[in-house]
């Protein structure tokens, strides 16, 4: 018998968040989720750092500035578990829909970029860490691991994201493409440093990969210039960001969303039908038939705590098995 490939709806969002507030920006977000849904859609993705939002204040001051906003941005980041972890999950139970959630994460004392994926019945299933911060990135974000690499076995496919620059490097790719990937999200801090590399990413992402790509922005308005803008100089640099747009791409790299405008808040859709794969995959797989075997990666999804703790006491920590649910957070 013939295998049928799914067919679904999936959301892009592309919005200001409530800039480091993490229970407005989670008000916004459930009102997203939930319009979303309405408009029948399955999977519904969001743009960088969306909660509490994307620390572009690393790249406008001096030491002291970039300081007195990250203590702000550590105090509404976002644990495991917690209420924001609590709210995401009542918010996909409650649409029944895939949700992925890009978030300053807290573990510990840093802080990291992670995108968290959410189950129709409201599961935590994983989470992916962006694995190298950009630039002044640095100043804020811990670096993730290959234990953090997942792609998800859904009902509607097989899911996965990446963050920002991620979708340029190659061995990121081969990761996910070795994973046979299908629908991805590609999240994006909606500041674009180079004209027009965001699309240009997300675009050669889908292709390269033959995978379904939604790619979502941040908008840079006035509830976020209100908290980060001190000086002229700043609010040029500021209104000069926001050049990103908010779209969903098919494995051809062909957009199949309208475009959600440069500084608009809105929801792209877009169609997605696995089985149109099959005919991007017939011209390659780089991870099976138009590979190299001479040349390999490994990805090591082995976790490597930095400090190992040897005692009685009872181990708390959350081991990520990307096939199977792992936090289930009752309403």
Known sequence: MAVEYPSFKAAAVQSEPAYLDIDATLDKACDFIAEAARNGARLVAFPEAYLPGYPIFAFMGDTNYVQRHYHELYKNSVEVPSEAIRR??????????????????????????????????????????KLRPSGAERLIWGEGSGALMPVFQTEIGNLGGLQCWEHYVPLDLGAMNGQNEQVHVASWPGSDLFP???????????MSTQTYVLMTSNVY????????????????FYHELSRCQTAIYGPDGV?????????????????????????????????????????????????????????????????????????????
């Open 88 to 129: 995401l999950s009542l918010a996909a139970r409650q649409n029944d829909v895939h949700l992925c959630m890009s978030c300053d994460e807290k573990d510990g004392g840093s802080l990291y970029l992670t995108q968290f994926w959410f189950s129709p019945t409201g599961d935590l299933m994983g989470k992916h860490r």
């Open 196 to 206: 027009h590399d965001v699309e240009i990413g997300s675009r050669y992402y889908a």
């Open 221 to 236: 308005g006035p509830v976020t210039a209100a908290k980060v803008c001190e000086t002229p100089e700043q609010e040029k």
């Open 255 to 331: 957009a199949i969303s309208e475009v959600i405008p440069v500084g608009e808040e809105g929801i792209a859709y877009g169609d997605i039908d696995l089985s149109k794969i099959i005919d991007q995959k017939y011209y390659m797989d780089p991870a099976g038939h138009y590979s190299n075997r001479d040349l390999t990666m490994t990805l090591d999804r082995r976790r490597q705590p930095t400090v190992g703790i040897i005692g009685n006491e009872q181990d708390n920590s959350i081991s990520f098995d990307v096939l199977n649910p792992l936090v289930n957070v009752e309403a």
